[in-house]
């Protein structure tokens, strides 16, 4: 069993910056692909960024490309999600999610373990 917990986020303007950490505990073996989903009003989960711990091999949505980085520090077990030039429409509930196998899978029923989520809110 993998528990997540995130932190950050809040309110921040449109053209601001957040960061979103992730920690994992327990078997933390299973956590071999973390990434971070968000879900906003009226829309599905989608996938916003991916790693793979081992390697360090990345996955970003098209609409967050260029704008948020994801990186590890897999001695604390730790994923952060860097969110920069942030727009209104980033606005969501994002959560921190984890899987076993090394493929950057943008499904999100292939991802076993989830945080409770942080919201998001960028004002325009």
């Known amino acids: 069993q993998v528990t997540l917990v995130e932190s950050g986020g809040g309110v921040v303007q449109a053209g601001g910056s957040l960061s979103l950490s992730c920690e994992a505990s327990?078997?933390?073996?299973?956590?071999?692909?973390m990434g971070w989903f968000r879900r906003a009003p009226g829309k599905e989960r989608e996938l916003v960024a991916a790693i793979v711990r081992a390697t360090g091999t990345t996955y970003y949505g098209a609409s967050v490309k260029g704008r948020f980085t994801i990186s590890r520090n897999n001695a604390r077990n730790m994923v952060h999600l860097q969110m920069k030039s942030l727009k209104p429409e980033d606005t969501a509930l994002y959560y921190c999610a984890a899987r076993s196998g090394f493929s950057l899978d943008t499904d999100r029923t292939s991802y076993n373990y989830w945080g409770q989520g942080t919201q998001v809110t960028v004002s325009s």
């Open positions: 327990g078997y933390t073996l299973s956590a071999s692909t």
